[in-house]
């Protein structure tokens, strides 16, 4: 799990919310940086970090939705949530087609701010976990002999020993062998934790 502080980045051209906002979030121990620019923020933010966006809809030069779709056309995965002094219903619509993760009325309700920020740091601390359990089962894939790995995709058929000898062209007792190993490099004990793994890597089932 990342020991990075969550990072909440504030953009608005008021000033005044700006401060109010930073403050609040500050005293709830977030790492707050603010900025009055929608362009001051692309260009300082660090999409590495943990973190949120909290973006004011109405401002110049670039406005909220813009900003939002700025961040995603550069490939930053940085959650969204939305203030706005007005809003319409047409314009949370658009926010959250494009993944806005939430949208709140100034003034903003500081729980309602802290419950939105508290539920993408939630989703983002198991979406983090996500990521590091198939990083680790890749990892133990990348392990595997040519042969290995053959094996292993007929293992999760089904097949047992004979049988996959026969498909390859060997002996059981080889297969065993390979299958041994197989199971081992990949840390599991049972055909089914193997076929759970290969589902969630993508992994297809042989079809010899």
Same mark, same amino acid.
Do not use: F, P, T
């Given at each position: 799990m990342s020991t990075a502080p969550f990072t909440i980045y504030l953009v608005d051209d008021d000033a005044g919310v700006l401060k109010a906002l930073a403050r =609040? =979030? %500050?005293?709830?121990?977030y790492d707050v940086r603010a900025f009055t620019s929608a362009r001051d923020f692309l260009g300082a933010h660090d999409p590495t970090l943990p973190g949120c966006a909290v973006l004011d809809v109405a401002m110049p030069d670039l406005d909220g939705l813009q900003l939002q779709q700025a961040l995603a056309e550069g490939g930053a995965g940085l959650p969204v949530i939305f203030v706005t002094g007005r809003g319409d219903i047409p314009t949370s619509v658009r926010a959250m087609k494009a993944g806005a993760a939430d949208f709140l009325t100034k003034p903003v309700k500081e729980e309602d701010l802290l419950d939105a920020i508290s539920r993408i740091r939630e989703?983002? %601390?198991l979406q983090h976990h996500e990521r590091q359990e198939l990083q680790a089962i890749r990892s133990r894939l990348a392990t595997l002999t040519p042969r290995e790995h053959e094996v292993l995709t007929h293992v999760i058929t089904g097949r047992l020993n004979k049988q996959i000898a026969f498909d390859l062209g060997t002996v059981e007792k080889t297969i065993k062998v390979h299958r041994g190993r197989m199971m081992e490099k990949m840390g599991v004990r049972s055909v089914a934790e193997l076929v759970r793994m290969a589902e969630r890597v993508g992994i297809r089932p042989s079809t010899a």
């Open positions: =609040l =979030l %500050a005293a709830h121990g989703r983002e %601390a």
